[in-house]
């Protein structure tokens, strides 16, 4: 039932510059789903791959040759080309820092190395599975505030508002069910995979961080209750 929610093949590409763990990460993939491969070695061979076809997700190594993982993230998703594409970090490396630095960046997820098989597709099916759950999107651009889906920006009265991924993602969730009610739960579960409880934290600072940014349009987002919240034009 997971699975048919997805694309029939689903474009990965896989930066990785160790051979073995190449192997493994392909191995997984291609005996767990419907996956168009491309592999990259480093980064230069990573943007090389992206402009010639666009990837539905990109697996990220962090120890590249020529370039941190890390770096490469946030280029991506400072190029209005690229920044939608869900990243999942896959690395060595453990650290909370780490993982921190991973998200603030942009990435969507982050797993450590050595990974197993079956919970990489998982983390690839749930990345997948939220991008998808945000729409029908459109863009949005009403008495002062303009949102664009497709380039992910927002503007405040004509000045561009910058904004995390996971930021980005919340607003648009609400946007694009404007006027509805939308639970804690719901979104927990689509935008950070988890569950109302898991997420609370995460979630109530989100939309402080969301209102501060909205400055004067702030009132927009409506709390309601104390288990949802309403997004009115």
């Not at 694309?7 to 005996?31: F, G, H, N």
């Not at 980064?43 to 941190?68: K, V, Y």
């Not at 770096?71 to 909370?96: A, N």
């Not at 999107?137 to 380039?151: E, H």
Request: proline content about 3%; charged content about 30%; overall charge negative.
């Amino acid at each position: 039932m997971e699975s048919a929610t997805l694309p029939k093949v689903t474009k990965v590409l896989i930066v990785e510059d160790e051979t073995a763990q190449m192997q493994v990460t392909r191995s997984a993939l291609e005996s767990h789903g419907t996956f168009h491969l491309a592999f990259a070695q480093n980064a230069q061979e990573a943007f090389a791959r992206l402009n010639e076809g666009i990837p539905d997700l990109i697996l990220m190594d962090l120890g590249l040759p020529d370039c941190d993982g890390l770096d490469v993230t946030r280029q991506l998703k400072e190029d209005e080309r690229f920044r939608w594409i869900p990243v999942i970090i896959l690395t060595g490396r453990s650290t909370v820092v780490d993982k921190i630095t991973g998200l603030e960046v942009g990435a969507d997820d982050y797993l450590t190395k050595p990974f197993d098989p079956g919970e990489l597709v998982a983390r690839v099916r749930a990345v997948l599975r939220r991008k998808q759950s945000l729409g029908p999107v459109t863009d949005y651009d009403q008495n002062g505030l303009k949102i664009s889906a497709d380039r992910r920006q927002v503007w405040l009265s004509g000045n561009a508002v910058a904004m995390t991924p996971k930021e980005f993602d919340l607003l648009l969730m609400m946007v694009s069910k404007r006027g509805a009610v939308i639970t804690r739960e719901e979104i927990g579960q689509i935008i950070w995979g988890k569950s109302a409880e898991e997420s609370a934290r995460t979630l109530d600072t989100h939309i402080w961080r969301l209102r501060s940014k909205l400055g004067e349009y702030a009132e927009r987002i409506e709390t309601v209750g104390k288990n949802g919240y309403r997004f009115n034009s």
